[in-house]
């Protein structure tokens, strides 16, 4: 797989110096149109401890790898200005683990400058900086450009240059689809959370199962009705380091999982979230789910409803369907459907404690996830090229090269759909059949 590189541009590094947190931004797209450095917000975090272990947090998933221990490279979290918050997201090395802070409106006082998503600089001075935080004094918050006048970097420009790879921005696209179809499943409040996530064994062969028992949780090896999935213990680390502010431990989770699924942990603090979404196992990454490939394979009604749609948006903390149907014209349900859409290129997140979408800019390129997803691009090839051939009310043949794979629902005679079962979202010959049936109507 080829992975871009990704240039962050800072007019100086992040710092932490005398009470003064003051994090580089890179560029990115604001409300104000696109931004080299722009200047979101600048006051006081009123609970400063949680807020930088928080931050520190999510800023070492992004170098962690879950699958095995190797060397990577740091990846800058990309923050999020949504008015009355701040929200901080990564991806893990190996894309299997979303993480996200959301410091909310209780734990901030000051300025919103402006709104919008950028990349911020956490670099190692900063996180030794960050691990020292403690006390209950307020800390200084800038994000933003202006704010590194505390400093003596006379303007000059910090550029890193690191791999980005494909499944990293995949699995961003992938992560919010999956949550969307969440449901808080448990929850655990103060020592008895605590005690529930230091209990944990640290590294298991298969994914366990965690069932409500009394006013504690209990693990099974079994996938019972009720029962939120936890692949990977282990991948739960970094909300170890957070344990003495933790308030209360939310799990979310699909109705009625069978087998293996991803799962989110939000741990609650003083004034903020921390949020981690964990995949269906700690060897498969969010980016090889598919669950963005029933969106990229719509017909051309849904790409225009979601550009009408994402026209609308102007970073709120919450994305109001009826609201948006009422200003676009466009049907609730098309509405909800335009939301998926721009999931999948990056546009909205999912916030699995409020049970909606928020509006954010992933500062890359909004074409390369359609063109990162090969299944999606060859559908459409074979869709275009009269590969399709109806031969019932349920059943399709598709020729794909010399073979004829015949196609009935979801279910497909291809080697990839023997192996996943569609665990893996659709082979491109099921896309291929959806592709051409929703021309016809």
């Given amino acids: 797989m080829t992975n871009a590189v990704q240039a962050y541009a800072y007019a100086g590094p992040s710092t932490l110096d005398a009470g003064h947190l003051a994090l580089s931004t890179s560029g990115g797209r604001t409300a104000r149109g696109l931004t080299s450095h722009p200047r979101f917000f600048s006051g006081l975090l009123t609970e400063a401890a949680p807020a930088a272990a928080g931050l520190l947090a999510v800023a070492n998933v992004a170098r962690a790898r879950y699958d095995r221990p190797a060397p990577t490279f740091s990846r800058d979290p990309v923050v999020t200005c949504n008015g009355d918050r701040l929200r901080f997201e990564s991806f893990s090395a190996c894309g299997g683990v979303y993480a996200r802070l959301d410091v909310l409106e209780r734990a901030l006082d000051g300025e919103v400058v402006d709104l919008g998503t950028t ?39 910090v550029e890193k240059k690191v791999p980005l790879p494909e499944r990293w ?37 298969s994914a366990l199962w965690v069932l409500p028992s009394g006013r504690s949780l209990r693990l099974t090896a079994n996938p019972v009705p009720g029962a939120v999935c ?86 709120e903390p919450r994305v109001e369907p009826d609201l948006l149907a009422e200003r676009s014209g466009l049907e609730t349900s098309r509405v909800r459907d335009a939301l998926i859409r721009l999931g999948a290129a990056g546009r909205v997140g999912y916030d699995t404690a409020e049970a909606g979408y928020f509006h954010r800019e992933l500062p890359y390129d909004r074409d390369r996830v359609a063109a990162m997803n090969p299944r999606a691009r060859a559908a459409r090839e074979l869709a275009d090229g009269g590969a399709v051939r109806f031969d019932g009310p349920d059943r399709a043949l598709v020729t794909s090269g010399d073979q004829v794979r015949e ?35």
């Fill in 119 to 157: 990349n911020v600089d956490v670099n190692g001075p900063l996180r030794e900086a960050l691990a020292r935080v403690g006390g209950a004094d307020p800390l200084h918050l800038g994000v933003g450009r202006d704010e590194l006048a505390v400093t003596t970097l006379d303007g000059a420009v």
């Fill in 407 to 441: 196609v009935r629902g979801t279910a497909c005679t291809c080697p990839w759909w023997a192996r996943h079962r569609g665990e893996r979202g659709p082979c491109k010959h099921v896309l291929a059949v959806r592709i051409v049936k929703e021309t016809r109507t």
């Fill in 230 to 315: 936890l692949p990977g213990p282990d991948r739960l680390a970094t909300m170890l380091t957070l344990l003495r502010f933790a308030r209360t431990l939310r799990l979310y989770g699909p109705a009625r999982p069978e087998a293996a699924v991803a799962s989110a942990w939000e741990l609650e603090l003083p004034g903020m979230r921390y949020v981690l979404t964990l995949s269906p196992d700690s060897r498969r990454s969010f980016s090889t789910e598919g669950a963005v490939l029933r969106t990229l394979a719509a017909d051309d009604d849904g790409a225009d409803d979601a550009g009408l749609v994402g026209a609308l948006l102007a970073f």
């Fill in 169 to 205: 921005l995949r699995g961003f696209a992938e992560v919010q689809l999956v949550t969307a179809g969440f449901d808080l499943r448990a929850e655990l409040a103060g020592l008895e959370a605590v005690r529930f996530l230091r209990a944990l064994p640290r590294r298991v062969g």
